[in-house]
């Protein structure tokens, strides 16, 4: 039958985005327990863990394995509203912006994270404070579940504590747009012309692997500080800017860097099923 193969066919914008929040919800399913251990790391750095394994070790022996997914319905919401604006408008925001410079790059990426960040925070704020609730009978649970989350944040906090910490978090993805999607392109061009890969599953899984690990050491202390800030109380700190002078102080600069090992490995692997499964996606 004459006509284009499936793989001749160039994505449309609507596949690019449904394929993107697809990609990113599957690869979350795997590796939420890595970023519920990365986030109790990040708010709780002194106490009772070590380590992303030894905090999981210790969340499965006190909470029971399922404490390792709280909050994966706010997860899963993120990831279908975030990752479909993010990624899936990238290339069609980088046309827009005229081709060729990296500088257009780097306008897209924090172009379309801006936009996503303003879709997606109030899912990422009850994400990040369901994974930062003990499941034991030590602890009082703040939520009893993710609509019950969205209505007390709404009236405790008004609505705008549902938007709680939009700052950082435009800024930590300001940093991973502009190093991740960039680094991606960077490494997947080097691969396509220095080695024998051709634009497949394996070049791009390596490319998006590759570049997580080279976000995280960038984004990492960004993200420790947006994490602390959206899981406080009400009035726990007057600014986004009091939250990390009260770490520096109580912790010490090593706070902000004291999950960016774990971080690399969790951003490198979830970057890397999440192209693969884009990349899926959009051949079928």
């Given at each position: 039958?004459?006509?284009?193969?499936?793989?001749?066919?160039?994505?449309?914008?609507?596949?690019?985005?449904?394929?993107?929040?697809?990609?990113?919800?599957?690869?979350?399913?795997?590796?939420?327990?890595?970023?519920?251990?990365?986030?109790?790391?990040?708010?709780?750095?002194?106490?009772?863990?070590?380590?992303?394994?030894?905090?999981?070790?210790?969340?499965?022996?006190?909470?029971?394995?399922?404490?390792?997914?709280?909050?994966?319905?706010?997860?899963?919401?993120?990831?279908?509203?975030?990752?479909?604006?993010?990624?899936?408008?990238?290339?069609?925001?980088?046309?827009?912006?005229?081709?060729?410079?990296?500088?257009?790059?780097?306008?897209?990426?924090?172009?379309?994270?801006?936009?996503?960040?303003?879709?997606?925070?109030?899912?990422?704020?009850?994400?990040?404070?369901?994974?930062?609730?003990?499941?034991?009978?030590?602890?009082?649970?703040?939520?009893?579940?993710?609509?019950?989350?969205?209505?007390?944040?709404?009236?405790?906090?008004?609505?705008?504590?549902?938007?709680?910490?939009?700052?950082?978090?435009?800024?930590?993805?300001?940093?991973?747009?502009?190093?991740?999607?960039?680094?991606?392109?960077?490494?997947?061009?080097?691969?396509?012309?220095?080695?024998?890969?051709?634009?497949?599953?394996?070049?791009?899984?390596?490319?998006?692997?590759?570049?997580?690990?080279?976000?995280?050491?960038?984004?990492?202390?960004?993200?420790?500080?947006?994490?602390?800030?959206m899981n406080s109380a009400l009035g726990?700190?007057?600014?986004?800017?009091?939250?990390?002078?009260?770490?520096?102080?109580?912790?010490?600069?090593?706070?902000?860097?004291?999950?960016?090992?774990?971080?690399?490995?969790?951003?490198?692997?979830?970057?890397?099923?999440?192209?693969?499964?884009?990349?899926?996606a959009a051949l079928l």
């Open positions: 039958m004459v006509g284009f193969q499936p793989v001749d066919v160039p994505p449309t914008a609507a596949v690019k985005f449904v394929g993107a929040g697809t990609a990113a919800c599957i690869a979350d399913l795997l590796t939420f327990p890595l970023d519920t251990a990365k986030v109790r790391l990040q708010v709780f750095p002194a106490v009772k863990y070590r380590g992303v394994f030894g905090t999981i070790v210790t969340m499965v022996r006190t909470e029971g394995p399922l404490s390792l997914y709280s909050g994966l319905v706010a997860g899963l919401q993120r990831q279908m509203s975030f990752a479909s604006v993010r990624i899936g408008l990238y290339d069609s925001v980088k046309q827009f912006y005229t081709k060729g410079s990296d500088r257009n790059r780097l306008l897209a990426g924090c172009t379309t994270g801006g936009m996503a960040v303003a879709l997606a925070q109030p899912t990422d704020v009850v994400k990040v404070r369901f994974q930062a609730q003990a499941r034991s009978n030590e602890y009082a649970r703040r939520y009893c579940g993710t609509i019950d989350a969205y209505k007390t944040i709404a009236k405790e906090e008004g609505i705008h504590g549902l938007w709680k910490g939009t700052g950082p978090n435009i800024a930590r993805n300001a940093i991973v747009n502009c190093t991740e999607l960039v680094t991606y392109d960077f490494i997947k061009d080097f691969l396509l012309t220095s080695t024998p890969l051709s634009d497949n599953l394996p070049c791009h899984f390596l490319s998006a692997f590759g570049a997580g690990l080279c976000t995280t050491v960038i984004a990492s202390p960004v993200d420790v500080v947006k994490t602390r800030y726990q700190y007057s600014s986004v800017l009091n939250c990390a002078a009260a770490m520096m102080a109580k912790e010490g600069p090593l706070t902000f860097l004291k999950d960016s090992p774990y971080e690399g490995e969790y951003r490198g692997l979830k970057r890397a099923l999440m192209a693969a499964n884009h990349s899926r």
